[in-house]
T-cell receptor, first 112, second 113 residues
Framework: KAGVTQTPRYLIKTRGQQVTLSCSPISGHRSVSWYQQTPGQGLQFLFEYFSETQRNKGNFPGRFSGRQFSNSRSEMNVSTLELGDSALYLC???????????FGEGSRLTVL | DQQVKQNSPSLSVQEGRISILNCDYTNSMFDYFLWYKKYPAEGPTFLISISSIKDKNEDGRFTVFLNKSAKHLSLHIVPSQPGDSAVYFCAARPNSGNTPLVFGKGTRLSVIA
């Protein structure tokens, strides 16, 4: 069974640009969550989607957005990038909303 | 406000000895707790979990203890091996409702050969 796939794995952007990250969940998993990991801050919850609906949203500014498609694949977008957005963005899928999370390897974003 | 706290950013242990990683939580609604392990350049992987109806759960070398009155849980690794060197995240969630996992900041464990 293929795991959670995130693309791209690494990317470099400059301040003010926008970025789109993609996540393909494990086949059959309908819930996708996104987390931001920065040094010293652990894993901070961004949002969670289930069957194309955003179920939960973390405490991040509106520059952070996401969506889920009918095939459960998900994308997150960050607009008007700031230096502080440099982080590892992790996607996780689960069979149901309250199920165990399976994480991808992450997309490491560097903002210059 | 940090609802899940891992107050030790790092821990060093000799190979073969016990590693004890601690986690405190503040939200009394949390009743399901998990530990994840993360190696560099990889995503976190699930290690072990415990429900609030239990005070201990064991899986091989890994044991999680839950003290509900103290809102404290700990992960014991016995014996520790160099391959256990990783960042360990504690996570918690209420068992009811569709609420996401809340993670601590992690503890970096180094097992020295």
């Amino acid at each position: 069974k293929a795991g959670v796939t995130q693309t791209p794995r690494y990317l470099i952007k400059t301040r003010g640009q926008q970025v789109t990250l993609s996540c393909s969940p494990i086949s059959g998993h309908r819930s996708v969550s996104w987390y931001q990991q920065t040094p010293g801050q652990g894993l901070q919850f961004l949002f969670e989607y289930f069957s194309e609906t955003q179920r939960n949203k973390g405490n991040f500014p509106g520059r952070f957005s996401g969506r889920q498609f009918s095939n459960s694949r998900s994308e997150m977008n960050v607009s008007t990038l700031e230096l502080g957005d440099s982080a590892l963005y992790l996607c996780a899928s689960s069979f149901r909303v309250t199920g165990e999370l399976f994480f991808g390897e992450g997309s490491r974003l560097t903002v210059l | 406000d940090q609802q899940v706290k891992q107050n030790s950013p790092s821990l060093s242990v000799q190979e073969g000895r016990i590693s004890i990683l601690n986690c405190d939580y503040t939200n009394s609604m949390f009743d399901y707790f998990l530990w994840y392990k993360k190696y560099p350049a990889e995503g976190p992987t699930f290690l072990i979990s415990i429900s609030s109806i239990k005070d201990k759960n064991e899986d091989g070398r890994f044991t999680v203890f839950l003290n509900k009155s103290a809102k404290h849980l700990s992960l014991h690794i016995v014996p520790s091996q160099p391959g256990d060197s990783a960042v360990y995240f504690c996570a918690a969630r209420p068992n009811s409702g569709n609420t996401p996992l809340v993670f601590g900041k992690g503890t970096r464990l180094s097992v020295i050969a």
